[in-house]
């Protein structure tokens, strides 16, 4: 079973927008870690946040920001004037604390963000 | 520099020809993974490895084996390919556990004709 949804496939945008990225998780476990990974068009996986369960605040990074909300299950991402450079596929992933799943890292299928000029 | 690297980063090969996809990294990691990217089903794990001798099955595992000898190496074996193994491969470390930041290799794309 999907553990992750991230049911925007693709997101267009004009530069400067903002977009936001959702992402919907299941889990039975009190303790897991949240995590969202960006990949260029140029295919590498480059990290961007990891939040652990028990830390519901909202985190700021320059124009990225992140809502993560335990009552709904989600951990949602808002990039704030959107850039070219943002265009990207964007990975929600779960890792679970359970003898079953430890050491799991479970990802959603990914949401493109295309931004243009 | 830090990095996980992993070869060949292409490879086009044909029904039940065994092959080996290395994987390396030099940043002293006890934690290494395994996972295939295909089109609409994001990135699937297929093993991991929390320690040298120690491998576990992800949720894809099947038609594929991995082993860990040295801390630094993680090779994915495929003792005969099948053309649904066609993917694009990712082999990623982290320190510790899976709980940490994961660091990937650039890919291997595998064609299986």
């Known amino acids: 079973a999907q553990k992750v949804t991230q049911a925007q496939t693709e997101i267009s945008v004009v530069e400067k927008e903002d977009v936001t990225l959702d992402c919907v998780y299941e889990?039975?476990?009190?303790?897991?870690?949240l995590f969202w990974y960006k990949q260029p068009p140029s295919g590498e996986l480059v990290f961007l946040i990891r939040?652990?369960?028990?830390?519901?605040q909202n985190e700021i990074s320059g124009r990225y920001s992140w809502n993560f909300q335990k009552s709904t299950s989600s951990f949602n991402f808002t990039i704030t004037a959107s850039q070219v450079v943002d265009s990207a596929v964007y990975f929600c992933?779960?890792?679970?604390?359970?003898?079953?799943?430890?050491?799991?890292?479970?990802f959603g299928a990914g949401t493109q963000v295309v931004v243009t000029p | 520099e830090a990095q996980v690297t992993q070869n060949p980063r292409y490879l086009i090969t044909v029904t039940g020809k065994k092959l080996t996809v290395t994987c390396s990294q030099n940043?002293?990691?006890?934690?290494m993974s395994w996972y295939r990217q295909d089109p609409g089903l994001g990135l699937r794990q297929i093993y991991y490895?929390?320690?040298?001798?120690?491998?576990d099955k992800g949720d894809v595992p099947e038609g594929y084996k991995v082993s860990r000898k040295e801390k630094r190496n993680f090779p994915l074996i495929l003792e005969s390919p099948s053309p649904n193994q066609t993917s694009l491969y990712f082999c990623?470390?982290?320190?510790?556990?899976?709980?940490?930041?994961?660091?990937f290799g650039p890919g291997t794309r595998l064609t299986v004709l």
């Open positions: 490895s929390m320690n040298v001798e120690v491998t």
């Open positions: 992933a779960l890792s679970e604390v359970t003898t079953d799943s430890w050491g799991k890292l479970q």
């Open positions: 939040r652990n369960s028990f830390d519901e």
């Open positions: 990623a470390s982290s320190y510790l556990t899976g709980y940490n930041e994961q660091f």
């Open positions: 889990t039975r476990d009190t303790t897991y870690y």
């Open positions: 940043m002293n990691h006890e934690y």
